[in-house]
């Protein structure tokens, strides 16, 4: 089978991956920089005329490589507004012109979408967030196409973010001169490596106002100096998305899984996204080649990877007060979080991942969330808490319950399983992808380990069913009726009554 040029790229890549041999790979492809390029004064690596020195000198040592010239990595920067929504015109620091003949204008806000490892300009989902942006917003979008430098191998790609990082520094501030914009009206949307080209420029220009980090690259940039990758003082708020922060193995675990923003976001525990279908090995992703071809198995490596991209975009035609938003809760891990242990924020509203983030730019720290696994990605989060009586300690068996709402209901799900002991407080989160709006009945079955079905059995002493997203939380205090036993199951039948007094 004769395989196209993108296949053998692919297959190449993984391979000097999969056999530990990426230096001697890179090696083979390495291209040194010509000695006309080479500063004679005191750069001891590469100077590009108005970009500056780049060296390997810590803490860049992130990377064996240099940049490449301005002239192979061909950064293009696209300018979108209201008036050329489709249709990107193109901006160049050294053709003031372009700036100034475009439909950039300096009292409205710079949005600048960059993105990472082969990856181009002309990706779907920066299309679709350039729509998104300018659908919601009078605002400028600037795309930053540098698919030439952003190519094999990853190493190079990772040297190159500090050249494209130089020159998007280089066109704001060319901006800023021209147009009297201000850093404050710059937000920086960067995915995988983009969101360290994001933090760099944050580093090089003095108060940027936002940096959105969607699942920073994890390769050469986790464990390294804050220099060389995205950190909260690149701009005055950073907020980021992770979710492939699996460890890294090849085929997953591209996303950084340490907090390197204000506010870090973790839907579904920032690891393998629901409706990913993940690859476990290269010979996976080889035979997945083979078996559906390279863009199957492209999408199988990538999906939780570009998740990110695709929740950011969501979020933004989310409105503000909507019914339905990626709203998110502090917790220690997502552990946790999944055993209904962080439900609330304090004194302060739970901040909403994605675009509204910088509205609880007060807000720090890990938060986590669930998500579905198609669009519109949003859920509804329930906590249901049940207090079983001293006398049922030790009791083994399966506890199930279903909730009934004034919109809607959710099926039988799994409080306690199998041999598990039943004890004091039992809670668990319940993930819905519509409101079944105010709960009214909770019904309970309860399966003994031996079989037994004695309703006397399972002493409940109340249950509390915390709606986390607006609603308050409503107490069922005594079982309303029985109402009968499916051996070897017994189901009680719990309506609200009102809380505690």
């Known amino acids: 089978m004769e395989l196209d040029r993108t296949t053998r790229t692919f297959l190449v890549f993984f391979l000097c991956l999969a056999l530990e041999v990426s230096n001697l790979c890179e090696s083979s492809m390495r291209i040194v920089p010509s000695r006309r ?24 040592n992130n990377t064996q490589w240099l940049p490449q010239s301005p002239s192979v990595v061909n950064t293009r920067f696209l300018l979108y507004t209201r008036h050329n929504p489709t249709t990107g015109h193109r901006l160049d620091a ?38 998104a942006l300018l659908h919601v917003a009078d605002v400028n979008v600037v795309v930053v196409d540098w698919g030439d430098g952003a190519g094999f191998p990853y190493t190079r790609a990772v040297a190159n973010a500090r050249l494209v990082a130089a020159q998007t520094s280089r066109l704001l501030n060319s901006i800023f001169q021209l147009t009297g914009a201000n850093s404050d009206r710059v937000h920086l949307i960067g995915h995988s490596l983009g969101a360290h080209v994001a933090g760099y420029v944050g580093a090089s220009i003095p108060g940027i106002s936002r940096i959105t980090g969607l699942d920073p690259a994890q390769p050469n940039f986790s464990g390294f100096s804050q220099a ?11 907020d980021v998305i992770h979710t492939d922060a699996e460890p890294y193995d090849t085929v997953r675990g591209y996303g950084m899984i340490e907090p390197v923003g204000h506010v870090d976001f973790y839907p579904n525990g920032g690891r393998a996204q629901p409706g990913c279908q993940e690859e476990t090995s290269v010979l996976g992703f080889m035979e997945d080649v083979v078996s559906n071809g390279i863009t199957d198995a492209e999408f199988h490596v990538s999906c939780s990877h570009e998740r990110s991209t695709e929740l950011f975009t969501a ?7 909507g019914s339905c938003q990626f709203t998110s809760y502090p917790c220690s891990s997502a552990e946790r979080f999944w055993q209904g242990e962080c439900r609330h ?24 969330l669930n998500t579905t696994g198609s669009q519109p990605f949003c859920t509804y989060h329930y906590v249901v808490t049940l207090r079983a009586a001293p006398r049922t300690d030790n009791l083994a068996g399966t506890v199930m319950f279903q909730l009934t709402g004034s919109q809607g209901s959710v099926g039988w799900m799994e409080m306690t399983s199998g041999q598990q002991r039943i004890s004091g407080d039992m809670s668990r989160l319940v993930v819905v992808h519509f409101d079944i709006g105010d709960v009214t009945r909770v019904d309970i079955r309860f399966l003994s380990a031996d079989g037994q079905t004695d309703q006397r059995l399972v002493d409940v002493q109340w249950i509390e069913v915390d709606n986390m997203m607006h609603n308050p939380t409503r107490y069922f205090r005594q079982p309303s009726m029985s109402v009968g036993w499916e051996p070897p199951l017994s189901v009680t039948s719990w309506t609200y009554t009102p809380p505690y007094s």
Do not use: W
């Open 37 to 60: 390029r080479v500063s004679l004064s005191r750069c001891r690596g590469v100077r590009y005329s108005r970009l500056g020195c780049f060296t390997l000198d810590p803490p860049f």
């Open 315 to 321: 979020s933004i035609r989310q409105t503000t007060f």
């Open 228 to 238: 060389v990758r995205l950190d909260p003082t690149d701009a005055s708020f950073v």
């Open 345 to 368: 924020c304090g004194n302060r509203p739970c901040p909403v991942m994605g675009y509204h983030a910088d509205l609880y730019f007060r807000s720090r720290g890990s938060y986590y």
């Open 94 to 131: 050294d053709n003031s012109s372009s700036i100034t003949s475009s439909h950039l204008t300096g009292d409205k806000d710079i949005k600048i979408l960059i993105h990472g490892f082969l990856q181009y300009g002309s990706m779907e989902f920066l299309v679709n967030m350039t729509e």
